[in-house]
Nanobody, 124 residues
Framework: QVQLVESGGGLAQAGGSLRLSCAAS????????MGWFRRAPGKEREFVAA????????YYVDSVKGRFTVSRDNAKNTVYLQMNSLKPEDTAVYYC????????WGRGFGYVYWGQGTQVNVAA
């Protein structure tokens, strides 16, 4: 089992920044990568970004490239999502999740443990 707790959501103005954190506990040695996903009102859940734990490789959905940065702190078992140049369309509940699989993680596949989510609202 892996427990994930997100934090850092809130309200930002368009063009502003927020940093989300995801703290992992439990069998953290068992997972290969951590991803960030979001679900906007009335839309399906969307893969946003991911980082693998060992090599530091990262992937992003096109809509956030150049604005969002995913990073990790191995000592703290924590992954971050730095969100800059926020847009109203970034408004969503953001979730972190982990996968034990080295296949498909950069495209949002194989994630099995999920956090409870944190709300991000971006005002125009």
């Amino acid at each position: 089992q892996v427990q994930l707790v997100e934090s850092g959501g809130g309200l930002a103005q368009a063009g502003g920044s927020l940093r989300l954190s995801c703290a992992a506990s439990g069998r953290t040695f068992s997972w290969y990568a951590m991803g960030w996903f979001r679900r906007a009102p009335g839309k399906e859940r969307e893969f946003v970004a991911a980082v693998n734990w060992s090599g530091g490789s990262t992937y992003y959905v096109d809509s956030v490239k150049g604005r969002f940065t995913v990073s990790r702190d191995n000592a703290k078992n924590t992954v971050y999502l730095q969100m800059n140049s926020l847009k109203p369309e970034d408004t969503a509940v953001y979730y972190c999740a982990v996968t034990p699989s080295s296949s498909g993680w950069g495209r949002g596949f194989g994630y099995v443990y999920w956090g409870q989510g944190t709300q991000v609202n971006v005002a125009a």
